[in-house]
């Protein structure tokens, strides 16, 4: 790059329009991401294929999982990468939670509505099995 590029180049960036135009640019990427993880108490549940909105008024108890030791975790994987065994999907974390022992029942318009949240810190995604249905 010669000294007449360089200069052209560091006097576009101090020009008021390109500040204003990366400014806005930023500010728009701000509110776009705040828009993409907002989330409405809202459920859809279905009646025979048809999907009905249940607005729900209140906040499910949450449930807390033990802390897991990523590092070893991935420790274990790179030591079973060599025996030819598949990739770790998660650890699991065997619980006992019902719809009698857990959880929040809320009366909602056309019936009632169970509720609990699962959290777990630094997890990158929570997958429940279920092995008991009513």
Known sequence: MDLKSFLKLNNSMTNPQFTKRICLTFLFA???????FSQIPVRIVYDDEVPVVVRSTST???VKMPSIDVGVLKKEDKQEEGLGIPPR???DI?????????????DVEGGKLWKLEIF?????????IFDDFI
Do not use: C, M, Q
Request: neutral net charge; without cysteine; glycine residues 6%.
């Open 30 to 36: 701000l509110v776009f991401s705040f828009r993409l």
């Open 60 to 62: 499910p108890p949450i």
């Open 89 to 91: 999907f998660g650890k």
């Open 94 to 106: 065997d619980v006992n939670y019902t719809l009698s022992n857990s959880g929040k029942w809320e």
């Open 120 to 128: 777990s810190e630094n997890a990158l995604s929570i997958n429940l």
